[in-house]
């Protein structure tokens, strides 16, 4: 499957931005669907996944803020983040893998396919 994010930008702190992966190439609603961050100098790191039966997962520092859906109809997944915060600012990568149990859905090496990234900036 072939994945395509969009939707980055840069907001103040406080503010809203909403995140879309369209997919491509595949059976959509057989994916379970991730969104992954990276900030410079730093590991990429899990934000949110939702499993094809539509079972949802956050980190810890977005519970409440942020948002995941997806639309099977459109083969689209979004990440909707609410009160982002400078420590939001990152690359945001979007991934799709099948057959992913849900204790291993924080894990990059689950998913097999990547999209190419959008950044987020938060300014203080």
């Known amino acids: 499957v072939q994945l395509q994010a969009s939707g980055g930008g840069e907001v103040q702190a406080g503010g809203s931005l909403r995140l879309s992966c369209a997919a491509s190439?595949?059976?959509?609603?057989?994916?379970?669907m991730g969104w992954f961050r990276q900030a410079p100098g730093n590991e990429r790191e899990f934000v949110a996944a939702i499993k094809w039966s539509s079972e949802i997962s956050y980190t810890d520092s977005v519970k409440g803020r942020f948002t995941i859906s997806k639309d099977n109809a459109k083969s689209m997944v979004y990440l909707q983040m609410n009160s982002l915060k400078p420590e939001d600012t990152a690359v945001y990568y979007c991934a799709a893998g099948s057959g992913i149990i849900m204790s291993t859905m924080n894990r990059a090496g689950s998913f097999d396919s990547w999209g190419q990234g959008t950044q987020v900036t938060v300014s203080s």
């Open positions: 190439g595949g059976t959509f609603r057989r994916y379970s």
